[in-house]
């Protein structure tokens, strides 16, 4: 028996003890008989966006407990996400992840998706490239966030750098990221050409719309430059940006969760920094819109997103349940429900050729633990040589607290 305050702090102490890697928040592999203790951690393509998500939760957990603990761990993982931005030797590219002598696959060059390991110029490490929106969603929250609740002078100073950097650099490309070949990479594209008048990025056009206003708003932000407004509201306006924002859920049958949670991350970004109310109507709207796509998801944290922002109904009873429910042991146990009987299934994914799953998440008792970016509609699901991040505990109940969705 404990308080969801107590949980959190177990599900911190875990975090640090078990998946933290020079300071990088990563999944833990290779685990025996489902004991914890037996995992590695686990380099992965998206060490920077849930590293920081969790810098996100320890901001959060900071503006509420004023914890001394809690703001090092986060000024320690503030700084590794410094050194992806820099280590790659092209001004505003941000690596994926890094990886040292002596780490997991070091010494080989290891193609997937397009990616690539490369050696920094420093000699200190291999670098991964092929950065994706992901990546640049994940910094800009996590960056936003510490530059607000936690950073000092000299702290604001350095992010600013990062942040302008990597904006810079997406508007000195032409809306674009480009890797250290000079070609952009496949999915950072926030060109108003191609998302607005290219038919191949109809999926990306509204998501992508976002992503760039956010981006902006983070760099104004943390800057003050008024160049960064202006092209704000130059893309929000003349290239209907806000209108694309307002519409960034596309209907998919919930077979692509990974724009979800990009989407859920933006908007909670963008929200609290934005004042104006005309602009804000829009930006509320498409997250009324998404939300009520997602909301037989039962998601812990688009539901008290979406509650912090609108005072709508946002399923807290249901958001409560699940803290009290989620598992302590993060190791993806099989789970097996298709046996029951009184599931129901979903039929829209047929379209979108997705694989059998239900038509509404089960109980968190019923689940297993995941990133915002999993399927949890799946009735059989698990995998017990890893364990998922604490941080899909952290954010949401630190956001919670701090937007008084939740008291202790």
Known sequence: MMTLEEKADYFFKLAEDKFIRRGYTTGVHKIENCDINTGEVHISDNDGLWTQTYIGALCYCYAVTKDEKVLEAARRSMKAMGYLAKITGVKGFTARAVRFEGEEGYGTVVKRDGAE?????????EWLGETSSDEMTGHFFGFSLYHEFCANDEEKEYIKEIVCDIV???????YRLCDIDGLPTTWANWNPDLLNRNSMWQWEKCINSLELLTFLSVAYQVSGDEKYRNEFMHLAIDEHYLINAAQHKKPDGHTCHIDDNLGFLCTTTILRLEKDPAIRKYLLMGMRHHWAYERPEHSMLFNVIYGAYTDDVCDLEITAKAMREYPMDLVR???????RKDLVYDTEQERWGGEKQLKEALDMDARIAHNYDSNVFRPDEGRPTDASNPSSYLLPYWFARYNGLIEE
């Open 333 to 339: 146990r099989p789970l097996i429900n298709s046996l």
């Open 168 to 174: 810079d650099h997406i508007l000195e490309n032409n």
């Open 117 to 125: 390991w490369h050696p920094a110029p420093n000699g200190e490490c």
